[in-house]
């Protein structure tokens, strides 16, 4: 399966196109700058230069799948926060549809679908992330919505916990990026927002009780 990756130079975007590789896909890793597209070849991707704030359809061709998983974070200020978590996303959605590409994964964030559990520059955050994957709830595409709870850099487990709401706690990047890839082929995911942490249950398995 050919799999575009928007947000590829970040953390869990380079898991996601290792990943990829390591699972037979052909992993295409979007990055805005000339400079980042060498990490990508390294990682065993194909990198492909565009920038979620414009035009994006050329990523697309040929895809058979979509992951976002770029983000602002909480921290680069309300402007940017939107450009990319809200709008970069509803860009990227729209030119998924216009292509004909069926199938999206979303990494969103857990308490998504309630901002105001965040304060301040985090409110916003979940906002944003909320208002993105409302829109893609109301597309006709594949899509999975992937709402996390706290990001760690420790080993993968490959069990999690998922629900629509779960109770707070920590799951490691490699275990996020391993889940969507694995919500790509599970039908079971299509259609579904979850939230996920670190738990008992085998990745493929947790998938299927959705």
Request: charged share 25%; no cysteine; aromatic share 4%.
């Amino acid at each position: 399966m050919k799999v575009l990756v928007a947000g590829a130079n970040g953390t869990t975007g380079r898991l996601l196109i290792q990943y990829l590789k390591d699972g037979g896909h052909e992993p295409y890793g979007m990055v805005r700058k000339e400079e980042q597209k060498a990490m990508i070849e390294e990682l065993g991707g194909t990198p492909v230069l565009a920038d979620l704030t414009k035009d994006v359809g050329h990523a697309l061709k040929g895809m058979d799948a979509v992951i976002f998983a770029a983000g602002s974070g909480s921290s680069t200020g309300s402007d940017q926060t939107t450009a990319v978590d809200r709008d970069g996303a509803i860009n990227l959605i729209k030119a998924t549809e216009n292509l004909g590409v069926k199938k999206f994964i979303m990494l969103s964030a857990i308490s998504a679908d309630d901002p105001s559990q965040g304060s301040g520059p985090m409110e916003h955050y979940l906002r944003m992330k909320l208002e993105a994957d409302e829109y893609l709830e109301g597309t006709e595409l594949d899509y999975t919505i992937v709402r996390p709870g706290g990001l760690t850099n420790e080993d993968s487990t490959s069990k999690i916990k998922v629900g629509k709401k779960v109770d707070r706690d920590s799951i490691t990047r490699a275990d996020v990026a391993k889940t969507m890839i694995a919500a790509l082929q599970e039908p079971n995911a299509y259609h579904k927002t979850f939230e996920m942490v670190q738990g008992e249950t085998q990745i493929e398995d947790a998938l299927k009780s959705l």
